[in-house]
């Protein structure tokens, strides 16, 4: 029995699992913020103290996952060439614990299959991107806004995207099997500057 005083602190990620687990068994759209909060044991206050929206509460792991990919693109040998940095770094990235895959699946499943997660997915795209294009733009001594991250960037983010949807779809082999193999077609284009 916990003593007197303020209850235990619910973490983030209580709230995500919560929400999880309910958006899975009752569809996002039926699921309302005050049935998370009471899931996760917590306030709707306190749910908005973590999260500003509803549909912000399944990107927290992601988010991580993209300070992940930030810290080893830095980490990345200056000898090895551009997208081949860029596919070893993602593959890493997204290497989950076999343990972590059923909900990877149901939150991707989400974000592709509900309009208003579809759309707040550009939000954490971008910062996506934006690890990419800032790396390229550190190795081409350019700006990160201009064409050549902005192109590199992108083309990733979208060959990532198919490779995600082939997963989901098929969920027949490890994520970054196909991460690996849809990043192989973009190391295999000329990624020097005109």
């Known amino acids: 029995m916990p003593g007197p005083g303020r ?3 619910t973490s983030a990620r209580e709230i995500e699992v919560a929400a999880l687990d309910l958006f899975s068994r009752y569809g996002f759209d039926a699921t309302t913020v005050e049935e ?3 899931a996760a044991g917590v306030s709707r206050r306190t749910f908005f103290r973590y999260f500003p929206s509803k ?3 399944l990107w927290g792991q992601f988010d991580a996952e993209v300070d992940t990919l930030r810290r080893l693109l830095e980490e990345t040998s200056p000898s090895l060439p551009l997208m081949t940095a860029i596919r070893e770094a993602v593959v890493a990235a997204n290497a989950y614990r076999p343990e972590d895959i059923p ?3 149901t939150r991707m499943s989400l974000v592709n299959e509900v309009p208003e997660l579809f759309a707040n ?3 954490h795209y971008d910062a996506w ?3 990419i294009s800032e790396f390229v733009a550190r190795r081409a001594a350019c700006p990160p806004d201009s064409l050549y991250p902005l192109t590199i960037a992108r083309a990733t983010l979208a060959t990532c995207r198919a490779a995600y949807d082939i997963w989901i779809a098929r969920a027949d082999t490890d ?3 196909y991460l690996d193999e849809a990043l192989g077609v973009l190391c ?3 990624t020097t500057r005109a």
């Open 121 to 123: 997915a550009a939000v």
């Open 175 to 177: 994520l970054t099997v």
């Open 188 to 190: 295999a284009l000329p």
């Open 7 to 9: 209850p235990p602190r």
């Open 129 to 131: 991107e934006h690890a």
């Open 103 to 105: 909900e990877l699946r």
């Open 36 to 38: 998370i909060a009471a």
């Open 55 to 57: 549909a912000d509460v």
